[in-house]
């Protein structure tokens, strides 16, 4: 049977790296920590490495049933022996013990194959853990600010970004604002900062169930100072 001890330290090592990164997401050592983790466990959990499983639990299938064939054989050969006398007597003793040796190893058998099932299923959910978490991350290093000047009588434009973004990925979100401008900038003209995080496409066994995406949070706003300084002057001149 083949050692999977590497895999199950690996899988821990990993689940432990999980826990970490879950405390503090923003912690470049712990990020950094969780992606040597992953890499290491998706190394070692290869497509091969399952393929591997399933080959040996179909193997051990196949050892259960030829000592199925055997349990049959012997029973067969006892009841022939039990007509020989002591001799026969003696033989039929030895094929029982045989017999309960092959019965004790398949229950071995089916243990084993239990746990090589349960394995295996750990393993799938590990992988698909893995592949979640790996978008999450991708999807906290994927965020720009921008700044958005909105002016009453003009259309709200992008007037500065922090992070890294396309220039189509800008323009999508551009779009987006001018088709929702009244839900954004409900503060009327100013300065409004956003934070625009992008999440991956979201696939399951069937097929994509969500598509990549931006999503746009409000962070701040600040009006334009002519406009403060006006409302000073109209106050002072009423006083």
């Not at 349960?118 to 994927?142: K, M, T, V």
């Not at 999440?199 to 990549?212: K, L, S």
């Amino acid at each position: 049977m083949t050692d999977y001890t590497e895999l199950k330290r690996l899988a821990d090592e990993l689940i432990a790296a999980n826990d970490l990164f879950n405390e503090s997401p923003q912690d470049n050592e712990v990020g950094d920590v969780w992606s040597l983790a992953n890499d290491r466990f998706t190394e070692a959990a290869s497509p091969e490495a399952i393929l591997a499983l399933i080959a040996e639990n179909e193997r051990l299938r196949a050892d259960c049933s030829s000592m199925r064939g055997s349990l049959k054989a012997y029973s067969a050969t006892t009841k022939k022996l039990v007509k020989d006398g002591s001799r026969a007597a003696r033989e039929r003793d030895q094929l029982r013990a045989e017999v309960a040796g092959l019965r004790t190893g398949y229950e071995a058998y089916e243990r084993v194959n239990a746990e090589l099932k349960d394995e295996n299923e750990a393993l799938r959910d590990d992988i698909e853990q893995n592949q979640y978490d790996a978008s999450a991350w991708r999807n906290g290093e994927e965020s720009v600010w921008i700044e958005v000047f909105n002016s009453e009588g003009d259309d709200p434009f992008i007037s500065a970004i922090t992070g890294q973004i396309t220039v189509e990925q800008l323009a999508l979100i551009q779009a987006e604002i001018l088709e929702y401008r009244e839900d954004y900038f409900e503060k009327g003209s100013g300065l409004y900062v956003f934070r625009c995080a992008h999440y991956q496409a979201h696939h399951d066994n069937v097929g994509m169930t969500e598509p990549a995406h931006w999503e746009t949070d409000f962070e701040s706003y600040s009006p334009f100072p002519w406009e403060e300084e006006a409302a000073a002057m109209g106050k002072g001149e009423q006083s």
